[in-house]
């Protein structure tokens, strides 16, 4: 009888528990719903960064190729006049 507990003292811990969970737990809930949430919108941030760094590559990388394209025009039309 000492190793298991009589069928009083476990109904009075499962209540405990379950009070802890509905009181103390209901509060570390939504901490954890605030810190989930949190961390979605810096993700959601972060994601909108990246895309902008990309298209910003991209546009340097156009603008550099049409200066290129430009140069070689201007090249060529030098050559012919030549």
Excluded: A, C, F
């Amino acid at each position: 009888m000492d190793k298991l507990l009589s069928p009083n003292k476990q109904m009075k811990d499962v209540l405990k528990i379950l009070l802890s969970i509905i009181v103390g737990g209901g509060g570390s809930y939504w901490k954890m719903e605030d810190r989930v949430s949190q961390l979605e919108d810096y993700i959601e941030i972060q994601k909108r960064k990246e895309l902008i760094q990309y298209e910003i590559r991209e546009m340097k990388r156009l603008e550099k190729w049409r200066e290129l394209e430009h140069k070689m025009t201007i090249d060529s039309l030098n050559k012919m006049s030549d």
